[in-house]
């Protein structure tokens, strides 16, 4: 009996084995097909921003190892414009103020430097910038001349793309990020309110939050949350803003922007949301816990409402759905749980550009440097990376998704409005740079800190968003004056200063 378990184990691992195999052959024989491989040795080297002894082995298995595989004579540099390693480790002196490196210059170094790198994978407001100082080449000539296929990207990818080149093609990425916006069936089947619908606009939304809420103390139901997880109302003021692209302060850090009509109108919407008890409150957050903590119960979600069928409509990555997947899995084994039946639409959208999206990230967009040594390569090596054989190796992702459309499929089989992950366009670039802001003035994150505390004030009834927003200004520009004048500024909590992290995973 183990024998014939023992021989069922080889023969099943045989069996997946080969299978992989014959995917990877197949996929290879796909890209590499009508192309004559020349046998001399060549370099591809590839800019990232961060560099490492973690990072490069990530980025080697995620898109340059099966490249290699079917191009045995290109060999890749890997190269990072700041090495984490070095930063990790690195003393600095506690008396000298720290400069954090400007992470744009670092990447234009690799482009311009004495050996440029070829390929540069950056993310979307880079893109943007790169393109405007000129620094990549245009690859619509090159789709057209190789007849590369882009018909079925998303919408969200290619367009984006474009909008940041005036029209033109600078990069591709395989893949992207996207939310939505989730919402609970039952909940507006027991209203009687029809649930949203795709690019419903904010003001839209907020009002079917209000119809759906119901119910009083632990039994409340809400009608939206700005995410899944409980924020403070500044954060969800930030959050509802964001496509808005208001401004703090001005592009000369002299100055506070948010004594205005548009920062009033934002404040006092999602105020009156917290006021009426349409989004969830920390008070009913925190009686949850205690109540959970008396009865020693363990919480599988983590406070996560939507799950728990307290609020209608939430705001949800991609990846949200596996979580949701796994709830409704396991939902035997959970006490009094009842699996949410939901579905996504679009997230809400502003009047003023009804086709962007605040929540789409483009963030691994391959691009030829101008001044590349080796374009050409660098080109096959896009082409593959963005094939649709790769599309399709790629697309058992639970957390991403890839940048074509035929396979991009509901993930187990269930079924849901996927095409609401990829209709919006993502959030247009500023021109300013805010990095370089927050870089060259660590302390203006003091000029922020009177907001949170506003906030709460106003919420509480205490002030109106405009009076709120008028002493918000003063402060601000305190600090500001101060930054302006080289004087001491009392940081609050942190320096302002950006962790060096490792590229995400």
């Not at 939901?342 to 999206?357: E, L, Q, R, S, Y």
């Not at 096959?380 to 998704?401: G, P, T």
């Not at 991009?408 to 209709?423: R, V």
Request: negative net charge.
């Amino acid at each position: 009996m183990n024998n014939k378990r023992f021989s069922g184990k080889i023969f099943r691992k045989f069996t997946l084995v080969s299978l992989t195999l014959a995917l990877l052959i197949g996929l290879l024989a796909a890209c590499s097909s009508g192309a004559e491989e020349s046998t001399e040795k060549r370099v591809l080297r590839i800019g990232v921003l961060y560099g490492g002894s973690d990072n490069e082995p990530y980025f080697r298995q995620q898109y340059t190892d099966m490249f290699e595989i079917s191009h045995p004579n290109i060999e890749f540099e890997i190269v990072g414009a700041i090495n984490y390693d070095e930063q990790r480790f690195e003393q600095t002196d506690p008396s000298k103020p720290y400069t954090q490196p400007d992470t744009y210059e670092k990447m234009k170094g690799m482009l311009n430097g004495t050996n440029p790198v070829d390929v540069v994978v950056i993310d979307y407001s880079m893109l943007r910038r790169m393109t405007q100082d000129n620094l990549l080449q245009p690859l619509d000539t090159l789709v057209t001349q190789d007849k590369f296929d882009l018909t079925d990207y998303v919408p969200t990818v290619i367009e984006g793309i474009k909008a940041v080149g005036d029209g033109n093609l600078y990069a591709l990425t395989p893949t992207f990020s996207s939310s939505a916006l989730y919402y609970n069936k039952k909940l507006f089947a027991d209203a009687g309110i029809a649930p949203p619908t795709d690019k419903m606009q904010w003001a839209d939304v907020l009002n079917l939050a209000r119809q759906v809420s119901s119910g009083e103390g632990e039994d409340r139901k809400f009608g939206f949350s700005f995410n899944r997880w409980q924020s403070d109302g500044y954060s969800s003021a930030q959050l509802y803003s964001q496509a808005l692209q208001l401004k703090m302060w001005d592009d000369k850090v002299e100055k506070m922007l948010v004594n205005s009509d548009q920062w009033e109108d934002v404040w006092s919407t999602v105020a009156s949301l917290y006021k009426e008890e349409i989004v969830p409150t920390q008070e009913f957050i925190n009686k949850i816990y205690e109540k959970q903590s008396t009865e020693g119960v363990n919480d599988p979600f983590y406070g996560d409402l939507f799950i728990k069928g307290k609020v209608a409509m939430t705001i949800g990555e991609y990846g949200y759905i596996n979580e949701l997947k796994k709830a409704s899995d396991n939902a035997s084994k959970i006490k009094d749980f009842e699996p949410v039946d939901w579905d996504v639409v679009t997230v809400p959208v502003h009047p003023n550009d009804p086709n962007v999206g605040g929540n789409i990230a483009l963030s691994q967009l391959m691009a030829i440097n101008s001044k590349a040594q080796n374009d050409k390569d660098a080109w096959e090596f896009i082409k593959f990376s963005n094939s649709k054989e790769w599309a399709k190796l790629k697309s058992r992702s639970l957390y991403e998704m890839v940048a074509r459309k035929e396979f991009l499929t509901p993930i187990g089989g269930m079924q849901y409005n996927i095409d609401a992950f990829t209709t919006l366009k993502p959030l247009m670039p500023t021109n300013t740079d805010d990095e370089k802001i927050y870089r060259e003035n660590p302390g203006i994150w003091e000029a922020q800190q009177p907001g949170y505390e506003l906030f709460q004030e106003v919420i509480n009834g205490t002030k109106s968003a405009r009076e709120a927003l008028t002493e918000w200004e003063t402060r601000g520009n305190a600090v500001l004056e101060k930054i302006k004048n080289n004087l001491p500024v009392d940081e609050g909590v942190g320096d302002g200063s950006v962790d060096i992290m490792p590229m995400p995973r």
